[in-house]
């Protein structure tokens, strides 16, 4: 066998015991009359010793041509280390080593093969599989498989069963761009990857599997941002016979069930906050409630006071910022710069020191006096030393602005810790967004979603007020799941696909499977889907989802270290019937 134990398990009472290791060379040093050979597995890592006075000067030799990422496997003697390294595990010991082998030589790496590593993110993304040899990203990866086992524990424990649904799938309109396949099979005929298990988990409750769940990949060809992937992993689930606080209990207790495992955090309530709440709160639909700063609407404060700014605009609002009165003017137009960005689009800021003496300086005190200002001090909670900023213009795109700006202080006064978390339920979404382009209404989450019974009879007259029968679970500002009670009979079926633009003719061609599924006795249901890759990433105390994958793409969805995608030959082309636009 390639080793007897692995480099991270020996210690002092294995002094004495003849050992074999196998595993990656992470560094040598060679004072001539002895080296010392750091060796790495997925473990660990032990020092090996090489000693003239115990060892010959063949083996002597033959350690001092060992270089990084060489492969070896090693026979020795675990003796007592006299430098002892009390910041790893085998610290105590080392292997004084007898013979060894060479099993694979190595290059010079591209970068250093350590947790601090020289290597810049483009350069590692090409040698995925050295950065896969690093701490950092090796224990993001254990990590994630530990998640994964919580999950799977907690759900079998509660009934629910692990089914997996087709990759190759008919492509559906759900929101985002199919990645498509064309078949070599059917002439002039394409597969889609499933954006979700959406209409396969329907008929699963259909087939009576009442709990389903499933840790599967799903495809969405999107522009890509840094936390966005083209192919990621949700947690997918289904019940039948629910209400959606069936749900809701259920996947509470899968979250404080994995914060408590995971990270030791027991969290007693999930507040739960209607989407309109949400928006005029915070701005989003996913706010990050472990800190303050509620927007406050002003316009009633604000406006016909002589500021055409103010005045010509839809909205006014305003947040307090905890302790920000000591900004320099400098600080303040730089926060004036950054809502200015492409990315923010603001087109400014306005602001008001809430001086420790309780007296107001602002940068519109020319329309302002003190009772107004203080006014607005009253109406966004602020304190002496706190500093006030108000934006001004469409609302919808206000709100979005200044959650940005929110998002952004929060991380820059320390306020969004890795260490805390803060679950919340947000409900009540609208059913249907409008879409300004096509001049029609889109289903905001997918057109399977049922509408709150109390609002169907709007949908006829006032179609953007009804409510979904939907949640989304946010944690520390981040959506990490969201799901539906389903519509679960062909009428009411039929319905939403006519308003949202479908003829009969297209439903029946695009869904035409499900809603015969309906007609043979489907029962009520609903279920939830968790973003898996971020979910996992929150736990791990980061936002960033590319270091909690395996292989993951960049932000052009290439995989550079693959090069994918690729062309095809002419005869590939062929074979799929496919020909390339000149």
């Not at 906050?273 to 709160?281: C, G, H, I, L, N």
């Not at 001086?355 to 005190?365: A, F, I, P």
């Not at 633009?501 to 006795?521: H, N, R, W």
Request: hydrophobic share 40%.
């Amino acid at each position: 066998m390639y080793r007897s134990h692995t480099c991270g398990e020996l210690n002092a009472q294995q002094i004495g015991k003849k050992v074999t290791l196998s595993g990656w060379v992470q560094k040598v040093r060679n004072k001539g009359f002895m080296i010392w050979v750091d060796l790495r597995d997925r473990y660990g890592l032990t020092q090996l010793i090489f000693d003239e006075e115990r060892s010959s000067k063949e083996l002597m030799d033959k350690a001092g041509s060992l270089a990084r990422e060489f492969v070896i496997q090693v026979e020795g003697t675990v003796i007592e280390r006299e430098s002892k390294n009390p910041n790893i595990a085998t610290g105590e010991i080392e292997v004084l080593v007898e013979d060894f082998k060479i099993l694979n030589s190595s290059k010079t790496p591209p970068f250093t093969i350590e947790d601090d590593t020289d290597g810049g993110e483009d350069l590692r993304m090409k040698y995925r599989y050295l950065d896969i040899r690093r701490n950092p990203v090796k224990n993001k990866l254990m990590f994630r498989h530990q998640v994964g086992m919580k999950v799977r524990n907690y759900l079998s424990n509660e009934g629910f069963i692990e089914i997996e649904t087709p990759y190759l799938i008919k492509s559906t309109p759900e929101g985002a761009r199919d990645f498509v396949v064309p078949s070599r099979m059917n002439e002039g005929q394409f597969y889609a990857l499933p954006q979700s298990p959406q209409t396969f988990k329907q008929l699963l409750m259909v087939g009576g599997m009442d709990k389903y769940f499933q840790i599967v990949k799903c495809f969405r060809d999107e522009d890509l941002r840094a936390d966005r992937q083209p192919e990621f992993t949700q947690i997918d689930c289904e019940m039948a016979f629910v209400e959606q606080e069936d749900i809701l209990n259920i996947f509470e207790g899968l979250t404080r069930h994995l914060l408590k495992e995971i990270k030791g955090v027991d969290v007693a309530e999930f507040p739960r906050m209607t989407y309109d709440e949400a928006m005029k709160k915070y701005g989003n639909d996913k706010p990050d409630i472990r800190f303050g700063m509620e927007f406050a609407e002003l316009d009633d404060l604000a406006k016909n006071k002589g500021f055409n700014v103010f005045d010509q605009q839809e909205l006014v609002v305003g947040i307090a910022v905890p302790g920000a009165a000591v900004y320099t003017r400098k600080e303040i137009d730089n926060l004036i710069s950054w809502v200015k960005r492409p990315q923010v689009g603001a087109n400014g800021l306005v602001w008001a020191k809430y001086n420790e003496d309780s007296s107001l300086k602002s940068s519109v005190d020319k329309f302002y006096s003190q009772e107004d200002l203080k006014a607005w001090a009253q109406a966004t909670g602020a304190k002496p030393g706190d500093l006030i900023l108000v934006m001004a213009g469409d609302a919808a795109k206000t709100r979005t602005q200044l959650s940005a700006l929110r998002m952004h202080l929060g991380n820059e006064l320390g306020l969004r810790k890795a260490d805390e978390f803060a679950p919340l339920w947000v409900v009540d979404f609208p059913l249907l967004e409008w879409d300004e382009e096509t001049e029609r209404f889109h289903a905001m989450h997918h057109p399977f979603t049922s509408p709150k019974k109390e609002d169907f009879a709007l949908l006829e007259t006032e179609p953007g007020k009804v409510r979904a029968n939907a949640y989304d679970l946010v944690l520390n500002g981040n959506e990490i799941g969201g799901g539906s009670i389903r519509i679960h009979d062909k009428e009411t079926q039929s319905q939403m696909f006519k308003y949202l633009g479908f003829t009969p003719e297209e439903a029946k061609e695009q869904f035409g499977f499900l809603m015969d599924a309906f007609q043979y006795g489907a029962p009520p249901h609903g279920g939830i889907a968790f973003g898996f890759d971020r979910l996992v990433a929150i736990l791990g105390g980061q936002e960033s989802i590319r270091d909690f994958i395996a292989f993951p793409k960049n932000n052009s969805g290439r995989d550079v270290m693959i090069d994918a995608p690729a062309k095809l030959d002419a005869e590939q082309l062929s074979e799929l019937h496919l020909q390339l636009k000149s």
